[in-house]
């Protein structure tokens, strides 16, 4: 597997070191993407008022709804390459690797036009406050014209991840996160050039994040070498590309359509509401650093152990990463309830925004433990090929019964906090889904059937 210093195989070596050196650079690299969204928040707030704050809170979800379904076929994507990149078949790798380019471009194209011309309906429907809509919408946009560049990064940073490189997907992240806070400050806090040019900061700083992913894969050695001649799709790649990737995409969107509704009901409480909730999402984000983390790292390290065959490992593997990812989610969780109005308050919106978001952390840092349970489970799926499994149970679990839930309760109970607690009740149900299905099915007692 010699030729490229930057790809690692995860199939020897101490387990609990393979996925921890693999998931801290994936911390990292995690929490300075937080920082993109993070950033717009913070500096829009304090410099734009509570109702430009409202604005950025209220894209996010229907954002996430949209980017979310390619980010999972990235994901995908990354399966495949790590299966063939474990089992050694450079032939099949080098087709996945370029195959996988060629779909992306597609995805962010159709990113573009879907995202900019729904935006105004979707925003509408959502029941986006009146004096928030307009510079939503714009927000919206502006964020959308730089589709392309959210995709590909994904994509290449899906490639680079499922041959075990971490770290450099984490130094272009530090230096987009810092032009992108660089580029806030003077859009928003010199100019004062509106909320859109939060946007516009965001998508020049993916732009620069994607071209040196794109850098790094073309100076690789060998059948690691991104060849830009060479890019054309490959239909049996695209097929397990598809096939591994739009369950996982589905799934992302399930969960973003969820937290569409649900925040179209904390819309319904007002502009401050909105503030406020939005701000404790943003630190929220933080705190499910480690879940993703091991998520991801538990798929890379679970695809290449199955392309070598290393069943037995691969059974280990994932149970270290689950106890690894709800010890230190839980700690997290616990500190952020601890410092809550402290977090929030960084945010600005005034007492009465930062009181909505201090009750929210209150309840569900608790259950932050369930969460990574859930999504442990998800990445150990998809990394088997068992990608369809986790989509329904997130269909399930966290779109329809959560949604059903707040449709009712909210009713005859018109309280916020009806809605707050519907994310660690529904963490509950899948995690208790995904329990009884790793201790009874094959894949626990049978992994050498995974193909």
């Not at 509408?124 to 928030?132: D, H, K, R, S």
């Not at 290449?156 to 810092?178: C, E, R």
């Not at 569900?364 to 969460?371: H, I, K, S």
Request: charged letters at 10%.
């Amino acid at each position: 597997m010699a030729g490229t210093s930057s790809a690692t195989l995860m199939t020897s070596g101490p387990i609990w070191k393979r996925l921890v050196a693999f998931a801290i650079p994936l911390f990292w690299g995690n929490l300075f993407q937080q920082l993109y969204n993070t950033a717009d928040s913070v500096i829009v707030g304090n410099f734009l008022g509570n109702n430009a704050l409202a604005a950025v809170s209220s894209s996010g979800n229907l954002i996430f709804l949209l980017v979310g379904f390619f980010n999972g076929i990235a994901i995908g994507a990354g399966v495949v390459t790590g299966k063939y990149f474990g089992a050694g078949d450079n032939e099949n790798l080098k087709k996945s690797i370029h195959t996988t380019i060629v779909f992306g471009v597609i995805c962010g194209m159709i990113l573009t036009v879907v995202g900019i011309a729904a935006a105004p309906k979707i925003l509408v429907l959502m029941g986006t406050p009146a004096e928030v809509l307009p510079e939503s919408l714009s927000y919206f946009r502006v964020y959308f014209a730089g589709s392309l560049a959210f995709v590909m990064y994904n994509f290449f940073v899906g490639i680079l991840q499922a041959m075990g490189d971490s770290k450099h997907p984490l130094f272009f992240l530090i230096i987009s996160s810092i032009t992108n806070i660089v580029l806030d400050l003077v859009f928003v806090g010199i100019f004062r050039m509106g909320v859109w040019s939060a946007a516009l900061a965001t998508i020049i700083s993916q732009f620069l994040s994607a071209f040196l992913c794109l850098y790094q894969l073309k100076k690789g050695n060998g059948v690691f070498q991104l060849q830009l001649s060479e890019i054309r799709g490959d239909t049996n790649m695209l097929r397990q590309i598809v096939i591994n990737g739009v369950p996982a995409g589905v799934q992302n969107s399930i969960i973003s359509v969820a937290n569409v509704f649900v925040q179209a009901h904390i819309n319904t409480f007002g502009a401050t509401a909105v503030a406020g909730c939005g701000s404790y999402s943003k630190i929220e984000g933080f705190g499910f650093l480690p879940v993703t983390c091991f998520a991801l790292a538990l798929t890379t390290f679970i695809s290449q152990n199955l392309g070598a065959r290393e069943y037995e490992r691969a059974r280990k593997g994932a149970v270290i990463g689950a106890v690894c990812s709800l010890s230190i989610a839980e700690l997290v969780g616990l500190v952020i309830n601890l410092f809550a109005p402290v977090l929030i308050g960084a945010f600005g919106g005034g007492a009465e925004a930062v009181s909505y978001g201090v009750a929210w952390a209150r309840i569900v840092t608790w259950f932050y433990f369930l969460l990574a349970f859930s999504h442990c489970m998800a990445g150990i799926l998809r990394g088997a090929g068992k990608s369809v499994v986790p989509m329904f149970v997130m269909m399930v679990c966290w779109c329809v019964i959560r949604v059903s839930y707040i449709s009712i309760v909210v009713r005859f109970v018109p309280d916020i906090q009806v809605i707050f607690w519907a994310y660690p009740l529904t963490w509950l149900l899948s995690s208790v889904v995904f329990l009884i299905y790793f201790l009874k099915s094959d894949w626990v007692h049978g992994l050498e059937k995974v193909k």
